[in-house]
C-alpha cells in the first residue's frame, strides 16, 4: 500500500512539475529531464510512469477536468446556486495564478492531438460517465449526446476566450455564458421534444 500511494504521488509531483513549466514557457520548449528535476527524480523514474511528454501531458489535461468537474457537477445536480457562484469564484481566482499554463494547455499542437481538443473530449467524457441524461428513448438519447459534444467544445470555446481576455477575468460573464450555453442548450432538446409531442396531439 505505501508503495502504490508512493507511485500516485510521484505522477502527481510530475502533472505538478509539468503545469508549473507550462506557467512559464511553450509546449515544445519542455523537456523531460527538465520535468524529473522538478519533480526531484530521475529520467528513468519518469518513463516508469510515462511513456513520452505527450502522455503526461495528457494525463494532466485528464486531471485538470477533473479537479473541476465533479465539484460543479455535485452543485448544480444540488441546485445550489450560491454555492455554485462562490465556486465560480474559486475558480477564477486559481485560474488567474495559473493563467499562463491554462492558455498554453488549450493552444498546445502536436502530430496526434491538440490541448483544446482533449479538454473538450474530456468534459465530454465525465458528462456521459455521469449518465446526466437518464432516457431509455434512443430518440432522445441521440440529442442528448449530441448536446453534450456541442456544449463540451461550446465550454472549452468559452475558456479559451476567458485566458486570451487582455482585461482579465470577467467572473459573472464567464458564469452567464456557461449557464446559458447550458440551460438554452439543454431546453432547446426538450422545447422540441414538446413541439413534437404537441405536433402529434393534433394530427390525432
Known sequence: MRRLASSIGTAEKLKQA???CLNEKEYCDITIAELSG???????????FYESKDECFRELCFSLVDQWFQRFFDLNIAKNVE??????????????????ALKRILLVRTESFDGFTLFAEEVERKMKAQDVFRTEDEKKRKKYDLFIKVYSVGLASIVQWLFNEVDGFDADAFRTMIERLRYQGYYSILDDDRN????KDKMS
Do not use: V
Not at 457562484?85 to 499562463?100: C, G, I, N
Open 83 to 100: 454555492a455554485e457562484k462562490k465556486l465560480f469564484y474559486q475558480l477564477l481566482l486559481w485560474a488567474e495564478q495559473w493563467r499562463p
Open 38 to 48: 522538478r519533480a526531484a527524480i530521475n529520467r528513468t523514474t519518469f518513463y516508469l
Open 18 to 20: 509539468f503545469f508549473s
Open 196 to 199: 413534437q409531442s404537441t405536433g
